[in-house]
Antibody, heavy 117, light 110 residues
Framework: EVQLLESGGGLVQPGGSLRLSCAASGFTFSSYAMSWVRQAPGKGLEWVSAIGTGGDTYSADSVKGRFTISRDNSKNTLYLQMNDLRAEDTAIYYC???????????WGQGTLVTVSS | QTVVTQEPSFSVSPGGTVTLTCGLSSGSVSTSYYPSWFQQTPGQAPRTLIYNTNIRSSGVPDRFSASILGNKAALTITGAQADDESDYYCVLYMGSGIRAFGGGTKLTVL
């Protein structure tokens, strides 16, 4: 059974940093691309970043230069390093697994990030 | 910048059929966009219904189907049930590693 478990969320001041983790199990982690998707309170889903099996990375313009996605295949873990956080980054952050080609087939339960002074 | 479009809201009667769509502000959706569909109820994580245009995710009932209809991706729910009342999102692969979600459709079953 595929399981994705996010952690690392919390309250951080504007301008601060946070690192999210997503522990994966139930599939061969290294063989699949992964993404982070967020949802601000009362809003829709927003794709944040993706990482391919070869380590290639892609990010939305809204986080480019501030957020970095990475993976450790030896630990079956996906990361999102978030720097220079802003109030508008407040959201639930979900990790999502991609199928062999295309968009997301499995989701984690999410971790809440709140950026506030 | 091209925007992914969805109906903001839709209503269906119990037992009825409804088709939600996912389009582009400019251009047509094709299988190359790998359209996927997700269901989300308040306070819950999204659940994948359909990925890669028409592949039903594990455990999803065959009341949910999807296709390309004209210039849009479409999600059809047949025999709507009360617990289908949810928010439905689509996502498209825009190329160069970039994905974009639609704004979501709030489906009411009444």
């Amino acid at each position: 059974e595929v399981q994705l478990l996010e952690s690392g969320g919390g309250l951080v001041q504007p301008g601060g940093s946070l690192r999210l983790s997503c522990a994966a199990s139930g599939f061969t982690f290294s063989s699949y691309a992964m993404s982070w998707v967020r949802q601000a309170p009362g809003k829709g889903l927003e794709w944040v970043s993706a990482i391919g099996t070869g380590g290639d990375t892609y990010s939305a313009d809204s986080v480019k230069g501030r957020f970095t996605i990475s993976r450790d295949n030896s630990k079956n873990t996906l990361y999102l390093q978030m720097n220079d956080l802003r109030a508008e980054d407040t959201a639930i952050y979900y990790c999502a697994k991609h199928p062999v080609a295309g968009n997301f087939d499995y989701w984690g339960q999410g971790t809440l990030v709140t950026v506030s002074s | 910048q091209t925007v992914v479009t969805q109906e903001p809201s839709f209503s269906v009667s119990p037992g009825g059929t409804v088709t939600l769509t996912c389009g582009l502000s400019s251009g047509s959706v094709s299988t190359s966009y790998y359209p996927s569909w997700f269901q989300q109820t308040p306070g819950q994580a999204p659940r994948t219904l359909i990925y890669n245009t028409n592949i039903r995710s594990s455990g999803v009932p065959d009341r949910f189907s999807a296709s390309i209809l004209g210039n849009k991706a479409a999600l059809t729910i047949t025999g709507a049930q009360a617990d289908d009342e949810s928010d439905y999102y689509c996502v498209l692969y825009m190329g160069s590693g970039i994905r974009a979600f639609g704004g979501g459709t709030k489906l009411t079953v009444l």
